[in-house]
């Protein structure tokens, strides 16, 4: 518990409505863990946002229709999470000390730099120049510390990996059922793909393989869950697919203890990645993965049971790790399975960034650790 709890304000340009991101997730369970705690006193500032995020952030969120009144307010810490927040964060800050009130220290967390087109060209541009000017900025890998390291090297950083909430029990009877809704039957191999149908995130790497697979394994069945810009994309592959009556494209769920629970394996053939959130959700629950070579999923992934690693863009070696996995136990299945144990929780999570505010709110009576110290 703090001496004096802070109020936080968390800025965040959440995913429209239909798609949802690892940043909004972020956001959402860390308030929440915070809030819980005791260790600040969180809400959540979305501009742009979407009535389901809304939802989602519950008591916690702040509509942006009352932003002039949040202006004014108590504010001790800004935390921004993200391209626009950075701006809006900075803005935020500067519009209070115009108006004659305490300027906030300011930290920002970078949940990944990518630049598959001309608008994240821009906004990354833009985002160095707000970065430089945070208070602390914090990392989610060792590759993002050292990104940072090379855009704001006076700045100081510090290195907070990702965490999930602990999963909630699934019943046989609901794993049955996401099983079937996902087009698999009870001896069947259902393989997932789960996240934003963007361009560095490959979906379509995944449906390659999942061609190859397919091929070679008549019991293997494929899902792909999530939403995004490639929706209307992976659609058009999917139909053209000579696996087309085995992948299921499902959308967003919001039952995703459900979806973990009935995977049998997960793929993650992403180009660009730091700790992804889906990533720590399978290894809490023992879920055979195989990932790309990216960010730190290879040292998630050390040491654990029942996966494997390909390089980034490959999809032969992608496609013969699944099928390794699969012929090495045929009898390949989730419910049997022991779920590992981690310590990437929300609640440590939350801690570790309470340690970085610390750092800059010395009366909260916590200690910092920083990644370049």
């Known amino acids: ?38 260790l600040c006193r969180p809400v959540v500032l979305a501009p ?18 009352t932003a002039r009144q949040l202006v004014k307010s108590e504010i001790t810490l ?39 087109d001309l608008r994240h060209r821009v906004l990354n541009m833009i985002d160095r120049a707000c970065l430089r000017r945070a208070t602390a900025l914090i990392a989610v890998s060792t590759q993002g510390t050292q990104q940072l390291r090379q855009i704001a090297p006076h700045n100081p950083i510090y290195l907070v990996r990702n965490g999930v909430r602990a999963p909630n029990p699934v019943s046989p009877t609901a794993t049955r059922r996401v099983r079937e809704q996902l087009g698999a039957g009870e001896h069947d191999h259902l393989v997932g793909y789960v996240g934003r149908l963007s361009h560095e995130k490959r979906p379509d790497l995944f449906l390659d393989v999942a061609a190859q697979v ?32 085995r ?23 992403s180009d660009a990645e730091n700790t992804p959130r889906v990533l720590h959700e399978a290894l809490s629950r023992g879920v055979p993965t195989v990932v790309t070579a990216v960010g730190d999923m290879p040292l998630m992934v050390c040491g654990a049971a029942n996966t494997a690693i390909s390089p980034p863009g490959d999809t032969n070696a992608l496609a013969a790790a699944v099928v390794e996995l699969l012929t090495a136990n045929p009898a390949l299945n989730r419910r049997t399975i022991e779920t590992s144990r981690s310590d990437a929780t929300a609640d440590n999570m939350s801690r570790a960034v309470q340690h970085v505010y610390s750092t800059l709110l010395p009366r909260t009576g916590a200690h910092g650790r920083r990644a370049d110290s």
């Open 48 to 65: 742009g946002h979407g009535t389901d995020f809304a939802h989602r952030a519950g008591a916690l969120y702040v509509p942006i229709g």
């Open 78 to 116: 800004i935390h921004a999470h993200g391209y626009e927040a950075d701006i809006i964060a900075l803005l935020l800050a500067g519009t209070r000390h115009l108006l004659g009130r305490t300027r906030p220290p300011i930290v920002m967390t970078s949940h990944g730099i990518i630049e598959p």
């Open 247 to 269: 992948i299921v494209l499902a959308g967003l769920r919001h039952d995703m203890d459900a979806v973990f629970a009935a995977l049998d394996l997960l793929i993650i053939p």
């Open 214 to 245: 397919a091929a070679k394994h008549s019991m293997a069945r494929f899902a792909l869950i999530g939403d995004g810009v490639l929706v209307d994309e992976v659609r058009s592959t999917i139909e053209r697919s000579a696996a087309a009556t």
């Open 1 to 38: 518990m703090t001496d004096i709890l802070t109020r936080v304000v968390h800025v965040i340009r959440p995913e429209p409505d239909g798609s949802i991101g690892g940043a909004d997730l972020h956001v959402l369970e860390l308030a929440a863990a915070q809030s819980q705690l005791g």
